[in-house]
Nanobody
Framework: QVQLVESGGGLVQAGGSLRLSCVGS????????MGWFRQAPGKEREFVAA????????YYRDSVKGRFTISRDNFKNTVYLQMNSLKPEDTAVYYC????????????????????WGQGTQVTVSS
């Protein structure tokens, strides 16, 4: 069974940090570009960050640039999201995703490009 499993979410005060992990199983994800999305209550799912197969190319939504860092360890079939200087508006369920067909700079932000999704991990930032 192919799975992506996120962990590392929790409750943190504004200004704090969390590191999310997403471990893949059932197939290798080392050749897949991967991304993180989030969904807050009552809002649509939105792109957060993405990383290319090699890890060289990384993309971020403007509101997290300079605070979040996406990385990956292909040997461990794992992608990470280091989140620093967290704000209450970062509160959401965070999902990792993999794109078996790949993306380009024009489609990396689009959820339909990703065909494998984790179950999500809750991140709550208190003010």
């Amino acid at each position: 069974q192919v799975q992506l499993v996120e962990s590392g979410g929790g409750l943190v005060q504004a200004g704090g940090s969390l590191r999310l992990s997403c471990v893949g199983s059932g197939r290798t994800f080392s050749s897949d570009p991967m991304g993180w999305f989030r969904q807050a209550p009552g809002k649509e799912r939105e792109f957060v960050a993405a990383i290319s197969r090699s890890g060289i190319n990384r993309y971020y939504r403007d509101s997290v640039k300079g605070r979040f860092t996406i990385s990956r360890d292909n040997f461990k079939n794992t992608v990470y999201l280091q989140m620093n200087s967290l704000k209450p508006e970062d509160t959401a369920v965070y999902y990792c995703a993999a794109s078996s067909s790949g993306w380009n700079s024009g489609t990396v932000f689009s959820a339909p490009v990703y065909d494998y999704w984790g179950q999500g991990t809750q991140v709550t930032v208190s003010s």
